[in-house]
């Protein structure tokens, strides 16, 4: 696995390398620099479809690329409201642009208080993936 690769502050971080970003009262995920790097060149990429409601770590979607293929879990619980349909034709993007244009999902939260206490903040989560 990749050391030293970005992490954006004011983001949270979960243990299966899913930042989450809030934005008014919706929530923008997507996969870190950390896990597109472990994954390299990214082929595929399918997430659950918008209106589906997810609990927190619930399997919502699936990464692949030439070297393996990886299960996506939502850091959050909530309901998915969009998907990044741009993904479908350059899944691509998520290794350019993890924290910009290859974000995955956005959910409204359920219970975003309670479930930001359970993901890390930027430095905890290099202190995390420098354990790796």
Known sequence: MTKGTAVIEGLYYS???EW????????IVGITDYAQNSLHEITFVEISD??????VDE??????SMKASSDLF???????VE????????????????????WMWKIKPS??????????????????????
């Open 15 to 17: 243990k299966a390398h």
């Open 20 to 27: 989450a970003k809030i934005e008014g009262d919706i929530v």
């Open 50 to 55: 918008v209106g589906s409601s997810l609990k």
């Open 59 to 64: 399997e919502c979607g699936l990464v692949e």
């Open 74 to 80: 939502t850091p959050l619980a909530g309901e998915i």
């Open 83 to 102: 998907v990044n349909e741009g993904l479908e034709d350059a899944p691509e993007l998520v290794n350019e642009d993890p924290y910009g244009k290859g």
């Open 111 to 132: 219970n975003l208080e309670g479930d930001l206490k359970a993901l890390m903040d930027a430095k905890s989560y290099s202190k995390y993936t420098a354990s790796l």
